[in-house]
């Protein structure tokens, strides 16, 4: 094994954990082969210093913390290199449809104010998608959010 990619990994897993695609990206930037990468990473997810299972369930519990919607976790989880089988797994594991609503409708008036006109509605249905909540989602709150702006006109 590679001493020097060795190295480079375990200091670019300092700071923060890291997916084993991660690490060989890092790797790969540093101009090590494809020879000296695959036995670092081997070896760092036989210390488990690289387990993306663990760093995938504490990503989704942690983007959820933050508000953010199932489409964008996903989507940052497959850039990080995590199986679609996992992730899918992971989000059913966490994330209800309806606490999914519930967050989604939180964010939404938060984003639209009080007596949102129809250009905040629009803000906040972007402001959703950009957190990767589906359509059906967005729909579900701009329609509460008319329904609770046309109670408070009356």
């Not at 480079?8 to 690490?23: F, I, N, Q, S």
């Not at 494809?34 to 760093?55: M, Q, S, T």
């Not at 939404?108 to 949102?116: D, F, S, T």
């Not at 629009?122 to 909540?133: T, V």
Request: aromatic share 6%.
């Amino acid at each position: 094994m590679n001493e020097n990619a060795k190295d480079a990994a375990l200091r670019y897993l300092g700071p923060r954990d890291h997916t084993a695609k991660e690490v060989a990206s890092h790797l790969k930037e540093k101009g090590f082969s494809a020879e000296d990468i695959e036995p670092v990473i081997a070896f760092l997810k036989d210390c488990r210093y690289v387990d993306d299972e663990d760093f995938a369930q504490r990503f989704v519990i942690m983007s959820i913390e933050k508000g953010r919607g199932p489409g964008r976790i996903r989507h940052d989880l497959e850039e990080k290199g995590i199986p679609s089988s996992l992730i899918r797994i992971l989000l059913e594991e966490h994330y209800e449809a309806d606490h999914e609503k519930e967050l989604a409708l939180d964010l939404g008036r938060k984003k639209a104010g009080e007596n949102p006109e129809e250009k905040d509605l629009a803000r906040a249905g972007r402001f959703l998608a950009s957190r990767g909540f589906g359509n059906s989602t967005i729909h579900y709150v701009l329609g509460v959010l008319r329904k609770e702006a046309r109670m408070e006109d009356e």
